[in-house]
T-cell receptor
Framework: AQKVTQAQTEISVVEKEDVTLDCVYE???????LFWYKQPPSGELVFLIR??????QNEISGRYSWNFQKSTSSFNFTITASQVVDSAVYFC?????????FGTGTSLTVIP | EAQVTQNPRYLITVTGKKLTVTCSQN?????MSWYRQDPGLGLRQIYY???????DKGDVPEGYKVSRKEKRNFPLILESPSPNQTSLYFC????????????FGPGTRLTVT
């Protein structure tokens, strides 16, 4: 069975702090993709990043970085120097076969 | 503008009254999907469609129907809604299931009383 676990339900940080959102996944498939989506208070879902199961290189995009480790089945997301605009719910997702599986989300609040 | 549209955005209805939530995309995507979002449960896939006339169940299909008669449209049908179907619904589309990211509609908030 496929599963995505985001153990952190809510996180609060003060502006400019770094924060890491954890994502652990389960799948027996060898080919799969992992995603992160952002859901700001306005409610839309915004794609952030995609990573395939064969590419364990970490990725950095501005203040965002992602750490993919197959050995621990984790795909963690770090925001450096957080800003108020980063306040949102963040979802990790797994795609394998024809379906998508989302985690329960982590609600991040950045306090000014 | 490339987009996924859903209608209505908000709907309050009563138990047992059939309803349809429409979803349309203008990106010529083959893959379309419906999700429901509930507090503490994240997004769960209801149904998906690989192409016209090809649909399949996701994780929570009970109480829902879909159809895919045209590539751009993927309506979600609740033939006899019940209060446990009160939720926020998202339609999404992509070029395919792998390796593509999905583009989401704005969501439909449904309340069944």
């Amino acid at each position: 069975a496929q599963k995505v676990t985001q153990a952190q339900t809510e996180i609060s940080v003060v502006e400019k702090e770094d924060v890491t959102l954890d994502c652990v996944y389960e799948t027996r498939d060898t080919t799969y993709y992992l995603f992160w989506y952002k859901q700001p208070p306005s409610g839309e879902l915004v794609f952030l990043i995609r990573r395939n199961s064969f590419d364990e290189q970490n990725e950095i995009s501005g203040r965002y970085s992602w750490n993919f480790q197959k050995s621990t089945s984790s795909f963690n997301f770090t925001i450096t120097a957080s800003q108020v605009v980063d306040s949102a719910v963040y979802f990790c997702a797994l795609s394998t076969g024809n379906q998508f599986y989302f985690g329960t989300g982590t609600s991040l609040t950045v306090i000014p | 503008e490339a987009q996924v549209t859903q209608n209505p955005r908000y709907l309050i209805t009563v138990t047992g009254k059939k309803l349809t939530v429409t979803c349309s995309q203008n990106m010529n995507h083959e893959y379309m999907s419906w999700y429901r979002q509930d507090p503490g449960l994240g997004l769960r896939q209801i149904y998906y469609s690989m192409n016209v006339e090809v649909t399949d169940k996701g994780d929570v299909p009970e109480g829902y129907k879909v159809s895919r008669k045209e590539k751009r449209n993927f309506p979600l049908i609740l033939e006899s809604p019940s209060p446990n179907q009160t939720s926020l619904y998202f339609c999404a589309s992509s070029l395919g299931p792998l390796p593509y990211e999905q583009y989401f509609g704005p969501g439909t908030r449904l309340t069944v009383t």
